[in-house]
């Protein structure tokens, strides 16, 4: 037999079990054999796999086993019974296959060249209730944005989807699946697969990919745990190539669709290029993690939370800085061309007594009829103690940390006495950088900051710069006492009496 395929089940609802042996029944192409591994699912879903298949007239084997193992243990045990297809695929128990899957695979498999190690195609898109529900046209044009890409893309997004066809002999260099990765480890299998050789994209839909299964392990796992845990895979892959960048760029953001293609595109088109950008969405409800994995290039590690406050979410991505130094930048905001090289440049004349660098930057107003205006650029200040820091009230920007500090100083405080820090974790977090590290002023103007016509209560701020003061005060066991300065309705200045 030319193809070999595998079909790796757990619990699943009986009808869409035989929908998809069904499926395998209806291919054209007949030179392939089957191999049914139920890992360990309960009794209506055995039952349904033994009565749906009974009904198969290709090559098929049932593999029963009642311990649970995982996807991965029961990829490759299924594969270790097809060592004489020279094509591989797998399927999923919820989706159905187009009745010209595996001969288009099989057909463009054996026009490519020698170094062809993959071939992926698009899919359709399909209810609980097996209907497609996105627009036809439209559907196409996202499945060419998310899987016309560059193999190397790889390790920022899995773009190969659920129709795919690679040679036995690269399954075995790059090692067979590996289930130290759980649910993503499909994903972990591609890196490894890829560096093995070529691959090449059918533009026409061979699957029925079925979304919203309640027994689905997309479905379980979630859209936050899904991206965390395949950037963990990369993470690990990146650090075996030695793809360790000079800086980790770290974006934060929530329904900033309509900037954040600026802010990428700043980082993209910096003079120095040996960086990595951490995007962190944090549950938005626009398109903004759409572009954010829209933007195709390797250095991108796209990560999604599904709620959180901007500390959270700087901690989470500060788990995935392979960087010495990381750069802080918000989703809205974006940097000078040459930002990068010119504080990378200035750390790189510091000792390691040196936690943080800041510099300055320039204020565009955003006003919905009139767009940006360009505004004042805010320099400095340059601090000369911790006091100084907690008395200006401030957070600089850009700010440029160095790793080991974050690191040292555990990341972004979250809270205070119980509460979440909504307002004014950025400046706790300078006020301990200038309490355990120098911090170092670089006066020129590296960063674009967006304000918007800003009508909100600021009591929260004012109350939580209030708490952060107190705190810091005692942790330095210092008596003063703060006198609280406002302009309008905001903080600007602190006084200790």
Request: charge should be negative; include cysteine; hydrophobic fraction near 35%.
């Amino acid at each position: 037999m030319s193809i070999g395929v595998v079909l790796p089940v757990y619990n699943q609802q009986a009808a869409y079990v035989y929908e998809c042996i069904e499926a395998m029944e209806k291919q054209i192409y007949r030179d392939f054999k089957l191999v049914i591994v139920i890992d360990g699912a309960n009794q209506d879903t055995v039952e349904a796999v033994y009565k749906a298949s009974s009904s198969l007239t290709i090559p098929y084997r049932i593999i029963y086993r009642k311990k649970n193992m995982g996807i991965s243990y029961s990829l490759n045990e299924g594969f270790s019974y097809l060592t004489d297809c020279p094509y591989l695929t797998w399927i999923s128990i919820d989706n159905r296959q187009n009745p010209l899957f595996l001969l288009t695979l099989y057909n463009h498999m054996k026009r490519a060249p020698d170094d062809t190690v993959l071939l992926y195609s698009y899919y359709w898109l399909i209810n609980e209730e097996g209907e497609r529900f996105a627009d036809a046209e439209q559907w196409l044009r996202t499945m060419e944005a998310l899987m016309n890409r560059n193999k190397e893309e790889i390790m920022s997004i899995c773009f190969i989807g659920a129709s795919f066809l690679f040679r036995q002999s690269a399954y075995k260099k790059a090692g067979g699946y590996n289930p130290d990765y759980g649910v993503v480890s499909d994903y972990e299998f591609w890196i490894r697969l890829l560096e093995q050789g070529e691959i090449s994209l059918i533009r026409d839909p061979l699957m029925e990919y079925r979304v919203n299964g309640a027994l689905s392990l997309t479905t379980i796992t979630g859209p936050q745990g899904l991206y965390l845990q395949s950037m963990n895979a990369s993470l690990d892959h990146r650090k075996k190539r030695k793809d360790i960048p000079d800086v980790t760029i770290l974006i934060t953001a929530h329904n900033q669709g309509v900037s954040i293609n600026k802010c990428l595109n700043s980082v993209l088109n910096q003079t120095h290029t040996n960086f990595h950008i951490v995007a962190v969405d944090i549950g938005s409800t626009d398109n903004t993690l759409q572009k954010i994995t829209s933007v195709n290039d390797p250095r991108i590690i796209p990560l999604h939370i599904n709620k959180g406050t901007k500390a959270e979410a700087l901690n989470v991505g500060l788990q995935y800085a392979l960087g010495k130094y990381v750069l802080e930048l918000d989703g809205d905001d974006w940097l000078d061309e040459k930002a990068v090289e010119i504080m990378l440049a200035e750390f790189g004349r510091l000792d390691k007594s040196y936690g943080l660098l800041y510099a300055n930057r320039k204020i565009w107003y955003d006003n919905p009829s009139s767009g940006l205006q360009e505004g004042e650029i805010i320099s400095g200040p340059s601090y000369t103690d911790k006091y100084h820091v907690l008395s200006g009230v401030q957070c600089p920007s850009p700010r440029m940390y160095r790793k080991a500090a974050l690191d040292k100083l555990g990341g972004w405080q979250e809270e205070i006495n119980g509460e979440k820090l909504l307002e004014a974790a950025e400046y706790m977090m300078f006020c301990r950088m200038a309490d355990s590290f120098k911090i170092h002023w670089l006066n020129s103007s590296l960063y674009h900051e967006r304000v918007y016509d800003d009508d909100d209560d600021k009591t929260l701020r004012n109350s939580q710069i209030r708490a952060v003061v107190q705190y810091l005060l005692q942790s330095w066991d210092n008596i003063s006492i703060p006198e609280f300065k406002t302009e309008g309705d905001s903080i600007t200045k602190i006084y200790l009496r």
